[in-house]
């Protein structure tokens, strides 16, 4: 969760009302705790400031909704500081804002030899090491499938593809093309070989996707899919917090209408809990990959339409996921 | 202690990023220890809590970290918010004769 710093400087009716109730320093902790923030610490200061407060939110908007309780409306001035965690701010300054790729050789022919032999180190070692348990459903649905296809997931983990890659046969595992943010993962000038731009092409078959890019970000999955490649993208965009599944951005349905290819949905479960945003490291659990039915959109049907289809397919899985999931909470708390 | 850098400690920065704990050691030699420090957005650009035996000592140390010309500090005093709101409902001492 994203940490922040609140700097606060009291009215005089502030102190007033500290001096003759002393609690009321504790009523803005509590204001900041009702917005689904947690406090990491808190100091009354001397000086050009009076209070400060570190605490952790779900979002900036929750951060900046918290400060307008009436706690702190009529008594202080307040200045909420996004704070970054100074590991990750060293790291984020030694590196370079330049980013590498796409990289077209990635379809080709040695490429994909190049990824089979880095399957199981690439894929096997990790989902081994990380899933207690790996079903896959549904993969009857792709036995006859082939591609050119649009394989899109729900987006919870790093982990997501690594639970995905299962679902999918041979022939389309191979040639899958996946949409990654490239200010994450093709950052220029990375010392570890595996994190490097060509690695992350060769060997994972990820492609760097610019985030706020527009219509310019679609080029390159467009090329793939003129080239006879299958592409995955999380529709979401980013990974989503909590039990939520995000709307769908449109570009997903812009390339399957445009291009004439079906989009294969996967849902994916259990994956929030294994790595989920905000945390560093993984816990591993059980997961499970549901194959959903392809989506065939007849002619004529419009970007929007499209979306909700795909939307609605998948929405209808995450229900399902949610209320095993309570069932099987409810079931252990009662045993 | 909520530091902004200046224009000199920006470039250092952006050249040797491992300077932010270098200076962190220097700290410890002088008798301070930080124990959170966050790079924020923002009025200031650092955060940093730092606990001292004194206020003279964290005035010594804000002196020298001044004098290089790459920051510029502002030390504010900090009391725990439990601990303040103990000491706010405790009458003061009486004078005794």
């Known amino acids: ?335 | 202690m909520l530091s902004t850098l200046t224009d000199e400690g920006r470039k250092t920065l952006k050249v040797r990023p491992e300077r932010l704990r270098e200076v962190n050691k220097e700290l410890e030699e002088m008798g301070a220890r930080v124990t959170a420090q966050y790079a924020v957005l923002g009025g200031y650009d650092f955060v940093n809590v730092i606990e001292a035996p004194s206020n003279e000592v964290m005035a010594r140390i804000a002196v020298e970290l001044g004098a290089r010309g790459t920051i510029k500090v502002t030390t504010l005093p900090a009391i725990g918010i439990d601990q303040y709101v103990e000491m706010m409902g405790a009458n003061p001492p009486r004078k005794t004769d």
């Open chain 1, 1 to 335: 969760m994203p940490r922040y710093v609140m700097l606060m400087r009291d009215h005089s009716s502030g102190l007033k009302a500290l001096r003759d109730n002393p609690q009321s320093a504790l009523d803005i902790r509590h204001a900041i705790e009702r917005w689904e923030a947690k406090i990491i610490a808190s100091y009354r200061l001397l000086g050009e400031w009076d209070q400060c407060y570190i605490f952790d939110a779900p979002d900036n908007f929750k951060a900046y909704r918290s400060t307008l309780a009436q706690e702190f409306s009529t008594t202080s001035d307040t200045e909420i500081l996004p704070a970054v965690d100074l590991d990750l701010f060293e790291r984020l300054i030694s590196q370079s804002a330049k980013t590498g790729g796409p990289h077209p050789w990635q379809i080709k022919w040695w490429a994909q030899i190049v990824r089979l032999l880095f399957y199981y180190r690439t894929y096997t070692k990790w989902s081994r090491r990380t899933f207690t348990r790996h079903d896959v459903f549904g993969t009857e649905k792709l036995r006859h499938f082939r591609g050119p296809c649009i394989v899109v997931a729900n987006h919870t983990s790093h982990y997501d593809q690594m639970c995905l890659i299962k679902a999918l046969p041979w022939r389309i595992k191979l040639n899958l093309f996946i949409g990654a943010a490239a200010d994450r993962w093709f950052l220029e000038g990375r010392k570890e070989i595996s994190l490097r731009p060509w690695y992350q092409s060769l060997v994972a078959g990820l492609y760097p996707i610019h985030r706020g890019g527009g219509s310019r970000a679609l080029d390159y999955p467009r090329w793939l899919l003129d080239n006879g490649a299958n592409i995955l993208l999380f529709p979401e965009g980013t990974r989503a917090r909590g039990r939520t599944l995000s709307p769908f951005k449109h570009g997903v349905s812009i390339l399957a209408l445009e291009k004439g290819v079906p989009i294969v949905p996967i849902y994916l479960e259990g994956l929030r809990h294994i790595r989920p945003p905000g945390r560093k490291e993984a816990v591993p659990g059980p997961v499970a990959a549901h194959v959903l039915d392809p989506i065939h959109f007849p002619p004529g049907t419009k970007v929007p339409e499209a979306t909700e289809m795909v939307y609605r397919a998948m929405r209808k899985a995450h229900e399902a996921a949610l209320a095993r999931e309570d069932a099987t909470r409810g079931g252990s708390s009662t045993s």
